[in-house]
C-alpha cells in the first residue's frame, strides 16, 4: 500500500477516535484515489480542499492531511515528473501557493523518510543536530520556533511523558503552539503508543489535531522500521 494511504489512515482513525465518530470509509478512498492521481499537483490541492470542506474536517487536522499530499508529491509524484520538474515555472507556482500551509509535520515526515533512507534511527538530537541545522547553527526562525524544545532537549530525551507535558504547559507560548505536545511525544522513548495517545487525550490543548499529528509520525516510523 502507497505509504501517504497508510499515513492517511492513521490520522484519520486518531482523529475520528478523538471525537468519537466512525471514520468515513469513502474519504479514506477518495484520499487514497487522489494520492494516486497524475493530475496536476495545484489542482490536486483544490480537489483536497473540496473534500475537507465535503467532510467538514478540522482546519488545523486538514492542513495535516495537506501535508500527507504533499509529502506524496515528494516521494512518489515526483519520480514520475523528474528531477527538472523543480526547476519549471509549474513548480514556481506551486511554490508560491503553498508557502503558507502545512505544518511543522512536514519537516518531520521528511526527517524520517531520510532516516529511512540512510538506514538510521530517528532521534530528537539527530533531528535537531542533524536535519534542521546540518553543519550550520540554527538560524533566528529555526530558534524561535524550536526554542521550547532546543532548551528542553536533555528533559524530554531523558524524562517521561509527565515530564514532556509540564515542558509543554511551561511553554503554552511557543511559536509551535499545538504541535508541540506531540513533537515531544513522539520522541519521548520511555513510554508505549496506547500511553502516548492517552497523555494527549487527557493533557493535550486540542487532543483531536495531537493526536492526528502523534499518529502520522508514530505510524511513519512504523513503515520506516518495516521497510528496514
Known amino acids: 500500500m502507497l505509504p501517504a494511504i497508510m499515513i492517511t489512515n492513521a490520522l484519520l482513525n486518531a482523529y475520528y477516535t478523538s471525537i468519537q465518530q466512525e471514520t468515513p470509509a469513502n474519504f479514506k478512498e477518495k484520499l ?18 473540496l473534500l475537507i470542506e465535503e467532510f467538514k474536517l478540522q482546519d488545523d487536522v486538514g492542513e495535516l492531511v495537506f501535508d ?34 502545512g505544518t511543522e509535520m512536514m519537516n518531520l515526515m521528511l526527517y524520517l523518510s531520510e532516516c529511512n533512507d540512510s538506514n538510521i534511527e530517528s532521534s530528537l538530537d539527530d533531528y535537531l543536530d542533524e536535519y534542521l541545522t546540518g553543519e550550520e547553527d540554527f538560524d533566528t526562525e529555526e530558534f524561535e520556533v524550536y526554542e ?39 520522541f519521548e522513548t520511555q513510554s508505549e503508543v ?26 511513519l516510523n512504523k513503515i520506516k522500521v518495516n521497510l528496514n
Open 68 to 101: 500527507v499530499l504533499l509529502y506524496n508529491f515528494f516521494s512518489e509524484d515526483s519520480q514520475r515528473l523528474g528531477e527538472s520538474f523543480f526547476e519549471s515555472k509549474e513548480w514556481e507556482q506551486i511554490e508560491s501557493s503553498i508557502i503558507e500551509r
Open 32 to 49: 487514497g484515489a487522489l494520492y494516486l492521481s497524475d493530475e496536476p499537483f495545484l489542482k490536486k490541492i483544490k480537489q483536497l480542499d
Open 194 to 219: 496506547d500511553e502516548k495517545f492517552e497523555t494527549i487525550r487527557q493533557s493535550g490543548t486540542n487532543p483531536s489535531f495531537q493526536n492526528a499529528f502523534l499518529a502520522v509520525l508514530l505510524e
Open 148 to 186: 521550547a524544545i532546543i532548551k528542553n532537549r536533555d528533559a524530554i530525551v531523558e524524562g517521561d511523558l509527565k515530564t514532556i507535558v509540564e515542558i509543554a504547559e511551561k511553554n503554552s507560548n511557543s511559536m509551535l503552539f499545538d504541535q508541540l505536545l506531540p513533537i515531544m511525544v513522539f
